[in-house]
């Protein structure tokens, strides 16, 4: 029989019975001793794990659904060379399901007073902060029969900010911003809106832009064009209570509020307008003031990054009143929140007034596409029971939406992939109207 490896040594040794022998003290005694012996000098030669020098470096932030790469740089002090199995730990919303195990084991070798850079590859699907645990170090002997281990604290955090993914409707919402700012042939004329320049009459011109002083000092008819008033304010306020905590799709509702707030802030701060950011349930969780406009989206998305629903109902009087101390002059009210009847009719409506008399106020709101889809069902027992049951809810989210829009609320509700661009949409109808 051929034995190879530490098969072979354990057999030299005398551990293996390679043939048939009667066991005996001094034979137990002379089997073991050179096996002690061996384990001994095999850890004397393995490198020692506490001397080891660990540092980290890479990606402090990332987009959930991209994937951080964390450097740890390993530095082996001692004159014997290190054969390891290293393990960096993360908490287990770090990596995608399945690949913990892949992405955080390494298997190293570090001469002596040499160092080595090992990459963690992270893939978070939560957001928030991150925060590396330990490094668990097994150190190895050169025949494997001893192993020393021990752990570093190593500390890092990687910041998974929200995704964005509304940011391919910006392009084709700037271009109607760019439409509503004069710069093409398209002119609009509202209560809110500033003289921009003067230039030829052409048929189909709203005749009450005419400017008989200029015509007058010409031979052709003047008009007056204008653009949408710029430096308005707009207060984004997402509502963190219960109701946001419901999942639609794969992901909570409140993810949701964050990626359409996200797009109206950029086209906002592009249009020359101020956006502030208020997130409240029965007390603040963030507040974005004050930022200038190439700073304002970075600055949302990191105080985004960090919330949480939570189970909480949410203080619509408190947040109202954190609403007026924030927006002190007339501003744009945002407010991203539920339909629900009950948190709306209960606590919302009974308050509205104190905004609506100094603000323009939106409410925009997440709808469930199953419900549309249940809606539709037809078939069996099962299926028509569920569609009545998806018609009496949308009835209902109807009723709440009227209730507002008669307190001159302007309403936004749509599916979690249509929110987004519909906020942006409805916010360029109230600039092109002058009514910010």
């Not at 082996?76 to 399901?97: C, F, V, Y």
């Not at 200038?292 to 949410?314: F, Q």
């Not at 569920?386 to 599916?415: C, I, Y």
């Amino acid at each position: 029989m051929a034995l190879t490896g530490r098969a072979a040594l354990l057999a030299a040794l005398g551990t293996l019975p390679v043939g048939i022998w009667e066991p005996s003290w001094l034979g137990i005694l002379a089997v073991n001793a050179p096996l002690a012996l061996a384990c001994a000098c095999d850890a004397a030669l393995a490198a020692p794990v506490r001397r080891l020098g660990l540092t980290r470096s890479g990606d402090t932030s990332v987009r959930l659904g991209e994937t951080a790469e964390v450097a740890l740089t390993l530095t082996n002090p001692s004159g014997r060379p290190l054969r390891a199995h290293l393990r960096d730990a993360w908490p287990p919303s770090s990596w995608e399901p399945g690949t913990e195990v892949s992405a955080s084991r390494h298997h190293l070798t570090v001469p002596a007073r040499e160092r080595r850079r090992l990459t963690t590859r992270l893939r978070p699907t939560r957001r928030g902060d991150r925060q590396a645990d330990r490094v668990t170090i097994r150190s190895y002997g050169p025949l494997g029969l001893f192993s020393r281990q021990g752990s570093h604290k190593v500390p890092w955090t990687v910041r998974v900010l929200p995704p964005f993914t509304s940011r391919k409707h910006l392009p084709s919402k700037l271009a109607r911003l760019r439409e509503l700012d004069g710069r093409t042939s398209v002119l609009t004329r509202g209560e809110g809106t500033e003289f921009d320049s003067l230039r030829e009459y052409v048929p189909g011109d709203d005749t009450r832009s005419i400017d008989w002083r200029a015509t007058a000092r010409q031979t052709t008819v003047a008009v007056r064009t204008w653009r949408p008033e710029r430096d308005r304010h707009i207060l984004l306020i997402l509502d963190t209570g219960r109701t946001s905590a419901g999942r639609v799709g794969n992901a909570p509702r409140l993810d949701a509020s964050m990626d359409a707030a996200l797009l109206l802030a950029a086209l906002a701060s592009r249009a020359g307008d101020r956006v502030d950011l208020l997130a409240y349930d029965r007390r603040v969780r963030a507040l974005v003031q004050g930022r200038a406009a190439g700073d304002v989206l970075p600055s949302l998305v990191n105080a985004m990054a960090t919330l949480e629903p939570e189970l909480v109902e949410t203080d619509a009087r408190g947040l109202t009143a954190t609403a007026l101390r924030t927006a002190p002059r007339r501003s744009l009210i945002v407010l991203l929140t539920s339909l629900d009847a009950a948190p709306v009719e209960e606590g919302l409506l009974p308050v509205l007034s104190r905004l609506t008399q100094r603000h323009t106020v939106l409410v925009a709101s997440v709808a469930d596409p199953h419900i549309a889809h249940m809606a539709t069902a037809r078939g069996t027992t099962d299926a028509v029971y569920e569609a009545a049951a998806a018609a009496q809810a949308q009835a209902e989210r109807h009723r709440t939406a009227e209730q507002l829009r008669r307190h001159g609320v302007t309403v936004v509700d749509a599916t979690p992939d249509d929110l987004a661009p519909a906020l942006a949409d409805a916010y360029l109808a109230l600039k092109a109207a002058g009514r910010l």
